[in-house]
């Protein structure tokens, strides 16, 4: 899962096209219907519409229904049991809507076979059902789904560039895993800049891949547009999950003990990006290793060290010790059939990660890092609205970019309208504010990075209220 940053820079890629069939891209309409839900019900992740004028035609039509039992139930689950996030998309992609009338639960998953949707008890999966019947009617959610079409098309039309960039060979040829899974990409709007890795087994052996894309934007001209040099990466991103996920979970005792002690290091980093545990940084180090090693086999001007690096500062410090292995594997397939042979080499290369070391040298770098000032402080009231400068000054020369995550608060992201660098040490950031709002925002200082090559420290949060 993506959370929203505004980082710009990217690694630019040559992108080809692969002579082979693509994987399907399409809307689906549970997919939109419960994301349309968690969206009435307020919750921050699902109002991050990057396309203002679906954004506004979905509150224009459905803002009367924000009462409905449902949209209350949905308040209630993201409160007391953390429903969020891929959960919501998840519990869609196991509905079915019969005849256009009834959604019900789709019979063809194992039960028990999907860590995102069973994040769902079952007393909750079903409570929920009767109340989405009935918005799903009362709104006439099937008559409004159709009119945007047209809409869906061209957003579809526009992924399918991104899509035929994808190598989809390559999964089964690096993972080694023959065949039996089912793959499909399901694009929303509504989720916004974020996106899901979502899979789940089937009863008849095999796996359903469905990962669920946002990060759709308007260009200039007013048409939909995937950035490739983010996109691209997100979409293999996204399918290593269900690679990778699998294989940690199958040989997480024999690396756990060590996983446990290195995540300790940069908790407080990676629970800010939303990777909360041992279990979600493994996941993702495995991920973005994996990526790293699609990324330098199709596109040989691509600096490994460089993507090896951006991860780290990441906070996922085992990166390189896991793209090392995964070179080992690729040079010795003989002796490795498969990824599910090696995970011991890999669980054997977690355990023997020098921790001791990384923390005296991180020490050490941490020295040469920037120190910053921002010129809001947190918990500041009475700010005053409409278009407001935040300044960030620097104590050494820094590379020009920007990157902004969200407070932890669950306030509101101030509506970003630009920023600018006078000079090397100082950075403006432009919001426009409205009157009596919280907001928040957190500054990535690891993201930021200095013109020695070193980057800004610790992140740190600020939350302040306007004014009347």
Request: glycine content about 4%; cysteine-free.
């Given at each position: 899962m993506k959370k929203l940053t505004v980082i710009f820079c990217s690694i630019l890629l040559s992108l080809s096209s692969f002579a082979q069939s693509t994987i399907p891209a399409h809307f689906d309409e549970c997919v939109e219907l419960m994301s349309t839900v968690w969206r009435?019900?307020?919750?921050?992740?699902?109002?991050?519409c990057k396309v203002p004028k679906y954004a506004q035609e979905v509150d224009d039509y459905f803002s009367p229904f924000k009462e409905h039992p449902v949209v209350e139930l949905a308040r209630r689950y993201q409160h007391d049991a953390?429903?969020?996030?891929?959960?919501?998309?998840a519990y869609a992609l196991h509905l079915n809507v019969i005849d256009d009338a009834e959604i019900m639960f789709d019979d063809k998953f194992l039960k028990g076979g999907d860590d995102s949707f069973d994040r769902w008890s079952d007393e909750q999966k079903k409570d929920f059902l009767k109340p989405l019947n009935d918005f799903y009617?009362?709104?006439?959610f099937h008559e409004w789904y159709l009119k945007q079409q047209e809409l869906f098309?061209?957003?579809?039309?526009?992924f399918s560039d991104i899509n035929k960039k994808v190598d989809y060979d390559w999964f089964k040829k690096f993972y080694g895993m023959e065949g039996g899974s089912q793959f499909r990409i399901v694009l929303s709007l509504l989720v916004g800049p974020n996106n899901y890795g979502c899979s789940a087994k089937l009863k008849n052996g095999s796996d359903m891949l469905s990962p669920v894309i946002g990060c759709c934007e308007l260009a200039e001209n007013g048409d939909f547009y995937y950035e490739p040099n983010s996109v691209l990466p997100i979409v293999i991103h996204e399918f290593c999950?269900?690679?990778c996920n699998s294989l940690n979970a199958k040989y997480w005792s024999?690396?756990?003990?060590?996983?446990?002690?290195?995540?300790?290091?940069?908790?407080?980093?990676?629970?800010?990006?939303?990777?909360?545990?041992?279990?979600?940084?493994?996941?993702?180090?495995?991920?973005?290793?994996?990526?790293?090693?699609?990324?330098?086999?199709?596109?040989?001007?691509?600096?490994?060290?460089?993507?090896?690096?951006?991860?780290?500062k990441n906070g996922f410090i085992l990166t390189r010790t896991l793209c090392e292995a995964l070179k080992q594997y690729e040079q010795q397939r003989g002796s490795y059939a498969t990824m599910a042979d090696f995970m011991p080499t890999i669980a054997k290369a977690v355990n023997d990660f020098d921790l001791k070391n990384y923390i005296k040298e991180e020490k050490k770098a941490a020295k040469l890092d920037a120190t910053y000032k921002v010129s809001i402080k947190n918990g500041a009231k009475n700010i005053p609205s409409g278009t407001y400068t935040v300044i960030i000054k620097f104590s050494k020369p820094m590379v020009e970019g920007i990157s902004l995550n969200p407070s932890s608060s669950g306030?509101?992201?101030p509506k970003f309208q630009g920023y600018s660098w006078p000079n090397d040490k100082?950075?403006?950031?432009?919001?426009?504010?409205?009157?009596?709002?919280?907001?928040?925002?957190?500054v990535l200082g690891s993201f930021f990075k200095t013109k020695d090559g070193h980057n800004a420290g610790k992140n740190k949060e600020i939350n302040f209220s306007t004014g009347k």
């Open positions: 009435l019900s307020g919750a921050r992740e699902y109002n991050l953390g429903i969020a996030y891929d959960a919501v998309v009617h009362t709104t006439n098309n061209d957003v579809e039309r526009a999950h269900h690679y024999k690396m756990s003990q060590s996983a446990e002690k290195i995540f300790k290091v940069k908790a407080e980093q990676l629970t800010q990006s939303a990777y909360g545990n041992a279990m979600i940084m493994m996941n993702e180090t495995f991920v973005r290793a994996s990526v790293i090693r699609y990324m330098t086999a199709h596109y040989p001007q691509v600096h490994e060290n460089a993507l090896v690096k951006e991860e780290e306030a509101e992201f100082t950075l403006e950031v432009r919001f426009l504010l409205k009157p009596s709002t919280q907001y928040g925002f957190t």
